[in-house]
C-alpha cells in the first residue's frame, strides 16, 4: 500500500469513519526518518506519522509509548499524541497550528527553549531506558557493518578522540532527556506557546546533550542556547561536554546516514546519504579541533 492508502485504512478504524470522510493534506517539512501528514476528519485536523523503512531498527515503540506515559504530567509535548500502534510505528496526533523552529530563527527563542528543556530536566522523572551513548553507538555501528557499508576516512581517528573523553562524560549526573531536541522538533504555536514533540529516543542522559541537540543544523544555535540554559557564563567543562556531545551526534548519525545508503534509501528518497554520512565525519572533526584550540580539552 502507498502512504495514502495506509492513512485510510488506519485512520477509518481508528475513528470509524469512512474512507471518503479523511483528507489528506500537504506533508509536514523536517526529518529525513518518518513522514508525517495532515489530515482533516469532520473538520478535525490531525497528523498522521508513517515511520520510514527500517524504523524500528532504531527506534523501540514500547519505549516510545513509556516515554510519552513518563512525560504527560508535564505537558511539555501539548498532549498531542492520540494513538501509537506498537507495531507499526503508526501515530495519530491531534494537529496544532504552529511553526518548527528551523523554520523560523531558533536564536529568537533561546530563553522559551530554555524554560522547555528545563521543565523535562528539572522535573525529576526517571526513565527505564538509559540513552547509553557509548553503547548506542557500538550498536550503530554493528547495523551499519552488517550491512555491508564501510566507515568513511577519518572516522577511526575522531571516534577515538571522543572515546578518550568517556570517563569524563560518564562522570555527569543522567536526567530524563528528549536526546533528539533539534530545533524541527520545538513547534512554536499561534497560542505562542512552545510544545517539543517526537520522542522516539527518550531516555536518561546528560541534559547537555539536549542543548548540544539544537546544534543540529547550525552549532552556533547549541553554543547560544548554552548560557541561557545555564542561567550564566559556561565553564570550560560545560562547553566540552557541549561540543563532545555534538561530536557524537556526528557519529551517531554518520552510522544511520550509512545504514540508510545500505537499504537503498538515497534512491527512495533522492537524498545521497552516502555524501551525508562523509559530511557528518568531517563535521565531528571540525567540532573536536575547534573545542581543543579553545582550550576546552579535558
Known sequence: MNHHEIIRQQ??????VSSDAIHIGDRL????SNSNYIVTINDQVYVFRIPG?????????????ATIDLIAPTGIDGHLTLNLDLETGYKISRYVAGTPLFL????????????????LHDAGLVHPKDYDPFGRLHTYEGFAEASGMVHGEGYPEIKASFLSHQAFLLGVEKVMCHNDAQPSNFIWTEAEKLWLVDWEFGGMNDPLYDVACFGNNDFSYAKGLLP?????????????????????QCLQWHNVALYKEAIGLSQELNLDFKHIADQYIAKAHSLYREAISLG???
Not at 530563527?105 to 528545563?118: F, G, I, K
Open 11 to 16: 485512520l477509518s478504524r481508528y475513528f470509524n
Open 29 to 32: 517539512r523536517g526529518g529525513m
Open 53 to 65: 523503512k527500517n524504523a524500528s531498527t532504531f527506534v523501540s515503540r514500547k519505549i516510545e509509548q
Open 104 to 119: 523560523l530563527h531558533p536564536d529568537a527563542y533561546y530563553p522559551q527553549a530554555s524554560a522547555c528543556l528545563h521543565q
Open 228 to 248: 541561557v540554559y545555564l542561567g550564566r557564563k559556561p565553564k570550560s567543562s560545560e562547553w566540552m561536554r557541549l561540543f563532545l556531545w555534538r561530536v557524537f
Open 296 to 298: 576546552y580539552g579535558t
